[in-house]
């Protein structure tokens, strides 16, 4: 199986290279066939989190002790993970969001030249949108709109791998192994709090009536996704995990 997926990569690589170089050879007016990208089936399995394991993650996270004469980072990171959690947002969006683009008195987060350069406004709970109240107040953010939401200590946006790092550590800390269990399997990782948000709007939707035909654009928009073919493969694990196994988590937010 691995070198399989080694093989595939490589493909991906090399005509990536070759259509780059053929597409600068046309722009210099000389004729340079470009070939379509290759075809490639999605094959690695998503971790859902279990609600023993997200309580853990929680639970973990706000023990955190601060490392390095850092002490916003354990705080940061308890709200981080839980807007992961319940908005299915991409490591990045969160990471980069200012104070300005919470609406608080809706209850909504306005996302700004997101992935493929697209924007969008997420509803988020009542109880999320209190959480964050709360916290842009103790950080004593809840006016400077034009600050980081999780500001580093020059004023600037974190990079993920400051999210990744103390992901890591409360990895360890509740002693979660970030392995894959199964062949091709993620492992445990901040983007599958993304594929668990899918599984169950995909639920939520079944519940109330929809079919899976119905659910997927609503979903499709709600992820910033340009289109549903890039809502796919989320949709597919979430629609036959429906049928195979019960929730993975409850709706909590807070231990």
Not at 112 to 141: G, T
Not at 209 to 223: C, D, N, Q
Request: glycine share 6%; proline share 5%.
């Amino acid at each position: 199986h691995l070198c399989d997926r080694r093989q595939r990569q490589m493909c991906i690589r090399d005509s990536s290279y070759y259509r780059g170089f053929a597409n600068y050879l046309k722009a210099h007016g000389i004729n340079a066939f470009v070939p379509d990208s290759p075809y490639t089936e999605h094959i690695y399995i998503p971790h859902i989190y279990t609600k023993e394991e997200i309580s853990k993650l929680f639970y973990t996270c706000d023990s955190l002790i601060p490392r390095y004469k850092d002490n916003r980072s354990p705080l940061m990171m308890s709200m981080l993970l839980r807007i992961l959690y319940c908005t299915g947002m991409r490591l990045r969006e969160a990471v980069t969001l200012r104070v300005g683009q919470i609406d608080f008195d809706n209850g909504c987060i306005l996302l700004l030249k997101a992935k493929n350069n697209r924007e969008r406004w997420i509803p988020i709970h009542p109880q999320l949108n209190d959480m964050l109240k709360r916290y842009a107040v103790s950080m004593a953010l809840f006016l400077k709109v034009e600050s980081p939401l999780f500001p580093s200590p020059d004023g600037e946006f974190f990079t993920n791998a400051w999210a990744q790092y103390w992901f890591g550590i409360i990895l360890s800390d509740a002693g979660l192994e970030n392995t894959a269990r199964v062949p091709h399997e993620r492992g445990l990782c901040m983007h599958c709090f993304r594929h668990g948000y899918t599984y169950l709007a995909l639920k939520q939707a079944r519940q109330k009536g929809m079919t899976f035909e119905e659910a997927i654009p609503f979903i499709s928009t709600y992820l910033g996704h340009r289109d549903i073919s890039g809502t796919d493969y989320y949709m597919k694990f979430g629609y036959c995990l429906l049928y195979t196994s019960p929730s993975p988590r409850d709706r909590s937010v807070s231990r």
